[in-house]
């Protein structure tokens, strides 16, 4: 019997979608040749040493001191809770482990001996194994052998609380080894490219999983960091409303890392900035409010997925402005929250009087937002928003665009 | 065109061609590396961006062969030059990137080699220039990874350089090979370029271009 809990994939939008990998099940992930799926293995393998899972790694890819550095490079430490299958040493001759973290494969050609070390390994109780990478065995001998290392995986995890994770790139093995491949895992995470002439996106998709059910899935836009593994990106989103109403103060409180083209305090040019929030990563873009500026508009709205509309919540006659800006930028139909500023402010309207100024749906996601120290708010610098406004304003847009 | 620095070759054949996949063909004796280091060079200088792929030494090595050659390519490290480095990790597992390498887990791992052209690729393809990648070579890749292996890993990345506007040029040991691996990865590219050494002179000729060279020719 294992003995962590079910394991999980420490990617926090596949374990919100499929409530991690349940016992004596199977997951596929599906890469394509040009999109590492590497990472995936490396932060699956981190969260289940974390939650106390023993994990076995059968490791054909790299030398297994590769592997952990490799791992330690997106700040991924392991523990006594991995053991590996090294099936990589014995091909360069390089005997690169020390022998303290598993078994090494003396024979990597020979298909006997790498079944009996997997079949060994199986006996002792691991809550998941890994297989990086069954492509690399269908290279090395023949699709048929990869998919009796499936089998013989499955026939264990079937038995036990055990769960199995098979990393594979798609190098064309042909529809009817695919087929059959697919056929003998539960769950298949696609990993794929955005390309037009080269790949400037990749995503990640849950095309198959046979323990939830009626669930659709959508794909999901991804940026493997380092240190920190895989991020979800939003390539764009775009900020703004009109002047003085915040946008350049909310852009700044949200970002570490903000910029600001800005003259006297106002924004002239734009605003960027980076966030990286429960798991998401986006780029913010702001835009100047000054009517005078507005040929930017449409070039910064370019591009954009969704949008944040900051409105001062003191200024209704500003609202139709806003409504304006929404209509230069050419973001109408993309995912939006309206971000209602300054909401504690003398004057201010309450969400329901700004809701209806604004002509916004009932659903429409509406977040009010407040400075931090009102008092001290130099007017020629951006000002430090309350924190939960701002990750409410997030938390919301996120949730639009997944 | 990107122009190769080298005159005899130049003009005969005007250069290497934009998009197209070349096979750079020759045993050790005909002196490869000399050629691709003074096209990598010549490139560099005419504003052309390199992807250089060593598989069988470590980047500190190739670095030093241009330099023992006179030929100066530190200026362009980190910007419109970029190495990948597919030796290093097999005698050095903890080796790291920089800003001018990217450092890969050993020739098994076809899949990472993939992905880190192509990353550099998209990188560099932004600027608008065009870009040029040298595989050096493929026979360590052959050594490790079975031939069909290799000839979709081929198929894969040759379809792609050509779809991005890349031209590719692949260093080979013909003699380390059997003739059907040969003429199979022959038929993968657009164009070979054959060098040999032969009564002390190293000699050129090139198939599959648009301006071929079918006899021996002095470089």
């Known amino acids: 019997m294992a003995k962590g809990k079910d394991p999980i994939f420490g990617i926090g939008r596949l374990d919100e979608e499929l409530s991690g990998i349940p016992a004596r099940k199977g997951v596929l992930f599906f890469a394509s040749p040009a999109v590492g799926n590497e990472v995936f293995g490396y932060q699956l393998i981190q969260n289940n040493l974390i939650h106390n899972n023993k994990v076995l790694l059968y490791l054909n890819r790299a030398s297994p001191k590769a592997y952990l550095a490799d791992m330690k490079e997106y700040d991924f430490i392991t523990n006594d809770n991995l053991s590996m299958i090294d099936s990589y040493s014995g091909i360069t001759g390089i005997n690169s482990s020390d022998g303290s973290i598993g078994r090494m494969i003396k024979n990597p050609y020979d298909k006997e ?86 790949i400037f996106g990749q995503y990640f998709a849950v095309i198959k999983c046979d323990w939830v059910i009626g669930k659709k899935f959508t794909s999901v836009l991804f940026k493997s960091v380092k240190p920190g593994g895989i991020k979800i990106y939003f390539p764009k989103i775009l900020v703004t409303g009109p002047t003085d109403a915040g946008k350049t103060s909310f852009i700044h409180s949200a970002s570490k890392d903000a910029i600001s083209v800005d003259r006297l305090g106002g924004t002239i040019a734009l605003d960027h900035g980076n966030v990286d929030f429960k798991g998401y990563k986006a780029d913010l873009f702001g835009t100047p409010g000054q009517e005078r500026f507005d040929p930017l508009l449409k070039l910064l709205g370019g591009e954009a997925v969704g949008v944040i509309l900051i409105i001062d919540s003191t200024k209704p006659t500003q609202f139709p402005r806003a409504i304006e800006m929404l209509r230069k930028t050419e973001t109408y139909g993309l995912p939006i929250v309206v971000v209602a500023n300054k909401a504690n402010m003398p004057g201010a309207l309450g969400i329901d009087e700004v809701r209806d100024k604004l002509h916004l749906e009932k659903e429409a996601p509406l977040i009010q937002t407040v400075a931090e120290n009102v008092e001290n708010i130099d007017p020629n610098k951006p000002a430090k928003l309350k924190k939960e406004g701002i990750e409410a304003a997030l938390s919301a847009l996120f949730e639009e665009l997944t | 065109m990107i122009k190769t620095g080298i005159s005899s070759f130049d003009d005969s054949v005007g250069g290497i061609d934009l998009r197209k996949t070349y096979l750079l063909s020759g045993n050790k004796e005909s002196n490869k590396e000399d050629f691709i280091y003074r096209a990598v060079t010549s490139a560099l200088q005419s504003k052309v961006a390199v992807v250089y792929v060593t598989t069988g030494k470590p980047v500190s090595d190739v670095l030093s062969e241009f330099s023992s050659k006179h030929l100066n390519i530190a200026q362009y490290l980190g910007t419109s030059l970029k190495l990948i480095d597919v030796y290093s990790r097999s005698i050095t597992p903890q080796a790291g990137d920089n800003n001018y390498t990217k450092m890969l887990n050993g020739p ?25 990648n040298i595989i050096d070579s493929l026979s360590v890749l052959l050594l490790y990874n079975n031939p069909t292996t290799m000839y979709r890993f081929l198929q894969f990345v040759c379809g792609r350089a050509k779809m991005a506007g890349i031209s590719s040029v692949f260093l080979i040991d013909n003699e380390m090979h059997a003739p059907d691996v040969n003429e199979t990865i022959k038929s993968l590219m657009d164009a070979v370029i054959s060098l040999k050494m032969e009564g002390g002179k190293r000699t050129f000729k090139v198939s599959g271009n648009a301006k071929e060279v079918l006899d021996w020719k002095d470089i």
Not at chain 1, 154 to 177: C, H, M, P, Q, R
């Open chain 2, 108 to 132: 098994l791992d076809l899949t990472g080699l993939s992905v880190a052209l192509s990353a550099m690729n998209a990188d560099m393809s932004k600027e608008g220039i065009p870009v040029l």
């Open chain 1, 113 to 198: 001996e790498i079944k009996k070390a997997i079949t060994d390994e199986l006996e002792k109780d691991y809550d998941l194994i890994v297989i990086d990478s069954l492509s690399l065995i269908a290279d090395f001998f023949d699709f048929d052998f990869a998919l009796s290392i499936v089998d013989l995986i499955n026939n264990k995890i079937k038995n036990s609380d055990s769960s199995a994770v098979f990393l594979f790139t798609d190098w064309n093995y042909g529809e009817d080894n695919v087929d059959k491949l697919i056929s003998k895992v539960n769950a298949r995470v696609d990993i794929k490219g955005i390309e037009k002439r080269v």
